[in-house]
């Protein structure tokens, strides 16, 4: 018996050691990585000109993440004047290596092929609309075999970062929604918070879901509706609220991007500490979130929380 089952683990060990195929060498160290590295070298620093010399005339780049079956890709002169495009309209243009990574110039067999992976972070501030560009990029670059010029890039990026700029471009001006002083959801803080001053914590989560969860600027991690449950049981054993006064008027913004739908107001609260009956005074600032059926999702709450001390 052990002889069998020293005979089939053998045969497993074969076959799998059998179906590696070398196809070519990884490189850490590679004329083809010194060649792009002087590329984008050349374009972050504004020599366009010298950028462009490492392209094939035939160049290609290619949204990778395209679900276009059909895309061409960009022309060389594309390519030239997309490269333009950044060095002019960006701040503090740079792009780096990301952290911890580096590049690898991959010689295959089969094909015939020079390929360099890099792992990037590019950096910049847009001039027109002072967004920030702050994203990773992945390339993969289709070298010619003597290593001097680009043939193809195939790039990974993250659109939303692109996006953030076309949206804030200048001359775009564009509505995001509605801003009500008078609304249903406004009444419904309202009535959360003239019942908190009268001790009715019942009817202040009343119109709250039961997924609900909530920000504090003093706390790393947002609540959910039981945890704030219990800090207000703990807060209410320790103080008595005397008052809560609006501070100007609630603003209930009704946005188009993703339909969301929020409540901005401000309060002083008036407290008076159990054990020594001290007097404190607070300001507060809500966001409040609300769902189509006009129910609390969520918030944050902005306050100093060492006047309590």
């Known amino acids: 018996m052990k002889k069998i089952v020293f005979m089939l683990v053998a045969f497993i060990t074969f076959s799998v050691s059998a179906q590696k195929k070398k196809n070519g060498t990884v490189y850490v160290d590679h004329p083809a990585i010194d060649m792009i590295e002087s590329f984008q070298n050349a374009w972050i620093s504004g020599d366009i000109e010298k950028a462009g010399s490492f392209l094939h005339e035939n160049f290609k780049i290619f949204n990778a993440t395209s679900e276009n079956k059909e895309q061409k890709g960009s022309t060389k002169a594309q390519m030239i004047n997309n490269m333009s495009w950044w060095y002019n309209n960006m701040d503090y243009l740079k792009i780096e290596r990301s952290q911890g990574a ?15 992976q890099t792992w990037d972070h590019l950096y910049g501030v847009n001039k027109q609309t002072g967004v920030k560009f702050d994203s990773p990029i992945h390339r993969l670059y289709l ?10 890039i195939q790039e990974y990026n993250n659109a939303n970062s692109f996006r953030r700029i076309n949206m804030s471009w200048t001359g775009k001006d564009r509505k995001n929604g509605v801003i009500y002083i008078n609304h249903e959801n406004i009444n419904t803080v309202r009535k959360a918070i003239s019942a908190a001053e009268n001790g009715d914590f019942d009817s202040v989560y009343a119109n709250m879901t039961e997924d609900a969860m909530f920000n504090d600027i003093n706390y790393d991690e947002p609540r959910s509706l039981s945890e704030l449950k219990a800090s207000d049981e703990v807060f209410n054993s320790n103080f008595d609220i005397v008052s809560i006064d609006q501070i100007g008027y609630p603003d209930y913004l009704e946005y188009d991007l993703n339909e969301s739908r929020t409540v901005l107001s401000w309060w002083n609260y008036k407290f008076v500490r159990k054990s020594d009956k001290k007097e404190i005074s607070l300001r507060v600032h809500f966001v409040h979130d609300f769902n189509k059926e006009g129910k609390i999702t969520g918030g944050s709450s902005y306050y100093n929380a060492s006047l309590f001390q």
Do not use: F, H, T
């Not at 580096?102 to 360099?116: C, F, M, N, S, T």
């Not at 070298?143 to 193809?152: G, R, T, Y």
């Open 102 to 116: 580096y590049p690898d110039a991959i010689e295959y067999k089969e094909g015939d092929q020079l390929w360099v």
């Open 143 to 152: 070298v010619s075999n003597d290593s001097k010029q680009i043939l193809n």
